[in-house]
């Protein structure tokens, strides 16, 4: 397997273990919620604007999402501090713990169909893990240097 086609698979497992998560755990809420909730946590308060580039999606999508996670209590919009006619997007407290709720119940959820993995596998999966978090909190201009 080529070094691309070994990315691609990481991400394409990535995804299917996320959706059989959250069927299996009868989650109904949909990813763009976890998504975004995962950007403004790691980013904080964000533009509607930039949210939704970061989140992949179009604006308008943005804003009915902000609106159903306003809603349930999980978002809070405010002013800009740099431009009051602005709005920041921002997660609350109970959007962070729902957030690490969420998390916690993949990881229980999908354990069991890991549970028969040595240590040397499962030190495959740590390192994994670090190097793909490690590379998804990276720019590009971060990695120029790390090629070789």
Known sequence: MHKAEA???????????????AHDAGNDAPSAQWRTLSILDQR?????????????TTQPGMTRLIGALESAGLVERG??????????VTATAAGIRALHEWRTELGTTLAP????????????????????????????????????
């Open 44 to 56: 904080g308060g964000m533009r509607l604007g930039a949210l939704a580039s970061a989140a992949r």
């Open 79 to 88: 002013a800009d501090p740099r431009d009051s006619r602005a709005t920041v």
């Open 113 to 148: 169909r890991f549970d028969d993995l040595g240590d040397d596998d499962w030190r495959a999966i740590e390192r994994t893990a670090a190097i793909l978090g490690e590379r998804a909190q990276s720019t590009p201009d971060d990695m120029t240097g790390a090629r070789g």
């Open 7 to 21: 990315i691609t698979a990481i991400v394409l497992a990535a995804h299917a273990l996320a959706r059989i998560a």
